[in-house]
C-alpha cells in the first residue's frame, strides 16, 4: 500500500516538475525584462486578510510563503507521518538515516563556507546560507529522473529535506527572529493540543479544514513560520480509518491536496521567488569570497554531509541505506540537496539586509543560482546513469 500511495505521488510530480521549471523559467525572463520593475512592485504590493476586528496584512510574495507553502507542508507532513507509521520509514533505522544525513547536511556546509570566508577574509555571517535544502525544486529535479529508481529514495529525500528545513526554520529563529508573540502562540499550541485530542472521533473534513485555517492564523500572529505549524498540524490528523472499507484522513486528505499543490501551489510559489535580477552581475562578483564560499557549501558540503552520514550510520548499523538503492543512487540525492534556492535567498535577505540590488544581495543570489544549479544538474546526471536496483540487499532485508 505504501509503494502504492508513493507511486501515485511520483507520477504527479513527473508530470508537474515541467510546470514548476517553466514557472521559474518564466520568472527569471520576466525578473530581467522591460516587465521587471512591474514584476517586482506586483509582488511587494501589500495585500490584507480581515478576520473579525483582527486585520492580517502582508506583501503577496509572503502570503505565497506563508499561505500557500503552509498547504504544501502539510502535505509533506502527513506523507511523512504515513511513512513512519505504516510505510518505508516505520523502522527506526531507516528513519534514523535521512535524519542523521540532514544533520550532517547542515553541518559540512556551514563549515566549508566557514573554512573558506576565514581564508579569503569573506563575511562570517553568510555560513547559514548554504544549509536548506529547497524541497519543492529538489523534488521536482527527482521526478524527472525518477520513473525506475526505487520509491524509497524519494522517501528518502523528502524526509531530509524537511528535516533540513526545520532546522533552518529554527537557525531563522534564533539568528534573525525579532521574538515571538507568546499569546497568539500558546492559542495555537493549544488548538492543536485540542485536536489531538478529538480527533479520536469521528470527525468530518470541515472539521480539519476549520483547525487548520485557526492554527495557520495564529501561527502568523505569532511570527512563526507556518511551516512549522503545517507539519505539527499533520501529526494530528488520524492515519487510521474509522470504518473498515474507508479511508483514513490522512489519506485522504493526500490525496485530495496533492494535484493542488503540485499544479497551482508550488508553481505560483517558484514564479514568486525564482524572479532574480541579474543587474550589477559582472566577473569581478563572480569570484568574491561570498559568492565561492556559498556556492561551495551547497554543492561540495551538501555532497559530503548527507552521502558521508548516510554511509556512517549504515556502516556502524545505526541506521539503513534506502531499500532497494545502490550507493551511487544515494550519493545522487546527496547532490540534489545542493538545490538549496528559494529558502537560501530567503536566509541571505536576512543575514545580509538591504536593497535587492545591493553588492551583498547580488553576490547572495549568484552563489545560491551558481551551487544549486551546478547541484541539480550533477544530481539528475548521477541518477539518470546509475543502475536501477542495489544488486545486492539492504543491510536490513539481508538480516
Not at 551511487?328 to 536576512?350: H, P
Request: charged residues 15%.
Amino acid at each position: 500500500m505504501a509503494r502504492r500511495i508513493t507511486l501515485e505521488f511520483l507520477k504527479t510530480e513527473a508530470a508537474s516538475g515541467a510546470v514548476l521549471g517553466v514557472a521559474a523559467l518564466i520568472a527569471l525572463i520576466v525578473a530581467n525584462s522591460a516587465l521587471s520593475d512591474q514584476y517586482f512592485a506586483f509582488l511587494k504590493g501589500y495585500q490584507t486578510l480581515q478576520l473579525g476586528p483582527i486585520a492580517l496584512t502582508m506583501p503577496l510574495s509572503d502570503w505565497v510563503k506563508e499561505g500557500l507553502m503552509a498547504i504544501f507542508f502539510l502535505v509533506v507532513g502527513l506523507e511523512i507521518k504515513y511513512e513512519i507509521l505504516k510505510g518505508e520509514l516505520s523502522d527506526p533505522r531507516r528513519l534514523a538515516t535521512p535524519v542523521l544525513a540532514a544533520i550532517g547536511g547542515m553541518i559540512a556546509p556551514a563549515a566549508v563556507y566557514l573554512a573558506f570566508s576565514n581564508a579569503f577574509d569573506g563575511p562570517s555571517q553568510g555560513w547559514p546560507i548554504p544549509l536548506a535544502t529547497d524541497i519543492a525544486f529538489a523534488l521536482a529535479v527527482f521526478a524527472m529522473v525518477a520513473r525506475k529508481l526505487p520509491t524509497s529514495l524519494r522517501v528518502f529525500l523528502l524526509t531530509l529535506a524537511i528535516v533540513d528545513d526545520l532546522g533552518a526554520i529554527a537557525l531563522i529563529a534564533v539568528l534573525f527572529s525579532g521574538g515571538v508573540q507568546l499569546q497568539p502562540l500558546l492559542i495555537a499550541v493549544g488548538l492543536l493540543g485540542v485536536g489531538a485530542v478529538i480527533s479520536r472521533w469521528r470527525i468530518t473534513p470541515p472539521f480539519w479544514v476549520l483547525g487548520f485555517a485557526l492554527v495557520w492564523w495564529f501561527t502568523v500572529q505569532a511570527e512563526l513560520s507556518t511551516s512549522l505549524a503545517a507539519v505539527a498540524f499533520a501529526l494530528i490528523v488520524p492515519v487510521n480509518a474509522r470504518k473498515e472499507g474507508q479511508e483514513s484522513p490522512l489519506k485522504e486528505a493526500m490525496h485530495e491536496l496533492h494535484p493542488y499543490v503540485a499544479y497551482v501551489v508550488l508553481p505560483i510559489f517558484a514564479f514568486s521567488k525564482a524572479g532574480v535580477s541579474f543587474q550589477g552581475v559582472n566577473l569581478e562578483a563572480l569570484l568574491t569570497p561570498l559568492v565561492l564560499g556559498i556556492a561551495l557549501g551547497l554543492f561540495v558540503g551538501k555532497q559530503i554531509g548527507v552521502f558521508g552520514m548516510a554511509w556512517l550510520a549504515s556502516a556502524l548499523r545505526i541506521g539503513a541505506k534506502p531499500r532497494g538503492a545502490t550507493w551511487a543512487q544515494v550519493y545522487g540525492v546527496s547532490l540534489l540537496c545542493g538545490v538549496g534556492f528559494t529558502m537560501s535567498l530567503f536566509i541571505g535577505a536576512l543575514a545580509f539586509p538591504g536593497p535587492i540590488d545591493s553588492p551583498e544581495q547580488v553576490q547572495v543570489k549568484l552563489g545560491v543560482l551558481g551551487g544549486s544549479i551546478v547541484s541539480a544538474i550533477l544530481g539528475a546526471l548521477v541518477l539518470a546513469r546509475s543502475p536501477r536496483r542495489a544488486s545486492e540487499p539492504s543491510d536490513l532485508d539481508a538480516r
